[in-house]
């Protein structure tokens, strides 16, 4: 996990995610960048980057001093992920709980609004 900390109590109305997608991994043809919108329709569907995240939850602490779930992604499938949410608190965790296929995850960025 990961943590953020703040020295008093703060509202925090949201959260963005840069998810590792592998970019640099090979295409369907060496010109071709790896996105989907350049993947002619008669190659076999490919699923999500084995190091992008599948599935994470936020935490928050609590003023009793417990952490508590206050969001769980599931099946999540793309690069940049927005959240919202309505949470005060003094420490925010992010949790991965798995990738696609992969057995470490990588995050380019995580920011909180508060």
């Given at each position: 996990?990961v943590?953020?900390g703040?020295?008093?109590?703060?509202?925090?109305?949201?959260?963005?995610?840069?998810f590792d997608?592998?970019?640099?991994?090979?295409?369907?043809?060496?010109?071709?960048?790896?996105?989907?919108?350049?993947?002619?329709?008669?190659?076999?569907?490919?699923?999500?980057?084995?190091?992008?995240?599948?599935?994470?939850?936020?935490?928050?602490?609590?003023?009793?001093?417990?952490?508590?779930?206050?969001?769980?992604?599931?099946?999540?499938?793309?690069?940049?992920?927005?959240?919202?949410?309505?949470?005060?608190?003094t420490?925010?965790?992010?949790?991965?709980?798995a990738?696609?296929?992969?057995?470490?995850?990588?995050?380019?960025?995580?920011?909180?609004?508060?």
């Amino acid at each position: 996990w990961v943590q953020y900390g703040f020295d008093a109590p703060v509202h925090i109305r949201g959260m963005r995610f840069v998810f590792d997608s592998d970019l640099n991994r090979d295409g369907p043809h060496p010109c071709h960048r790896n996105i989907y919108c350049s993947f002619p329709r008669q190659i076999e569907p490919r699923c999500p980057p084995a190091a992008l995240v599948h599935a994470f939850r936020i935490e928050a602490l609590g003023a009793d001093g417990g952490w508590s779930t206050v969001t769980r992604v599931e099946s999540n499938h793309q690069r940049l992920v927005r959240l919202e949410m309505d949470v005060r608190t003094t420490a925010v965790r992010f949790v991965p709980e798995a990738a696609w296929g992969s057995d470490r995850v990588r995050v380019f960025a995580w920011d909180v609004m508060a």
